[in-house]
């Protein structure tokens, strides 16, 4: 984070740009299932496989409610979907065919109840703009506390599940809307306000419920910041959670590389 070290030089590889795009929003039964789609396409697509996101029902319903342009492109409501996203390097290679394999022996094993395909570039980004459009809908609803969090890919389901019982348990009518990166364990687990709560009421209890996060995060050996870094906002938590001798260490580390604290002073420790 820019706290023991300034970039002077960076090398970049480049990788040819995509020439092929399957673009697919998956409607699934429960939230349990979208482990194993991923599996089952992570299997037969490899890296042609370029995005797997998670979309719980009610980020479609906040952004449908509150941003325009955004729509639901199912008849029926279902639980939670996954965006599924595959790109080649390769004219007219054979993406479709892939992911409708998946998704047939998806449907058989009741994991996928429903599917829809981007025909075109326009129908491509009205699919990702559900997804991309989940924080702006959530602030226009209310207040909202974010989490950025990572846990082991295989504990997603969990973590969710546990956390959402345990926040609904402290404070019932709060409304939890994951979203985030199956493919690598990152979660946006935010939080938006109960529809009958002031959100300076909500707002006053986010550190007691940010608490019950992190202590899950934490327990299944996750990350409290994932994509963001730890900066100031983070600063307290990361005392809270990280031992005195790792907090020593680094401590010790950024005085002995910037000993005049000029590197993004006030940042991490």
């Known amino acids: 984070e820019g706290t023991l070290g300034i970039i002077t030089k960076a090398v970049l590889k480049l ?15 429960e939230l349990t299932a979208i482990l194993n789609l991923f599996e089952a396409t992570r299997q037969l697509c490899g890296d042609r496989l370029t995005a797997f996101e998670l979309i719980s029902r009610i980020a479609i319903d906040l952004g449908v409610a509150h941003i325009p342009g955004v729509i639901d492109p199912f008849e029926n409501a279902h639980p939670c979907y996954a965006l599924i996203e595959l790109t080649s390097p390769r004219a007219n290679d054979e993406l479709r065919t892939e992911i409708e394999t998946v998704l047939e022996k998806a449907f058989e094993d009741g994991i996928v109840t429903d599917a829809v395909f981007a025909e075109s570039d326009a129908q491509r980004q009205e699919l990702w703009k559900i997804r991309e459009e989940i924080p702006a809908a959530q602030t226009r609803e209310g207040a ?3 989490h950025d969090i990572s846990v082991p890919v295989s504990q997603t389901v969990a973590f969710i599940t546990e956390a959402s019982k345990q926040i609904t348990q402290a404070l019932p009518g709060i409304r939890p809307c994951p979203f985030g990166h199956i493919g690598d364990g990152n979660i946006h687990f935010n939080l938006t306000q109960p529809a009958e709560m002031t959100s300076e009421d909500f707002m006053a209890q986010a550190e007691a419920l940010t ?19 730890i ?11 990280a031992s005195a001798t790792k907090i020593d260490l680094m401590r010790s ?12 002073p006030g940042k991490i420790v």
């Open 144 to 146: 909202s506390i974010k």
């Open 15 to 29: 990788f040819p740009a995509p020439k092929t795009t399957m673009t697919v929003l998956a409607a699934l039964p």
């Open 253 to 264: 580390i950024k005085q002995a590389l910037d000993p005049d604290n000029i590197m993004n």
């Open 231 to 241: 900066g100031a906002f983070k600063r307290k938590e990361l005392a809270h959670y």
């Open 211 to 229: 608490r019950i996060v992190y202590d899950l995060v934490v327990e299944m050996k996750g990350s409290i910041s994932a994509e963001h870094g």
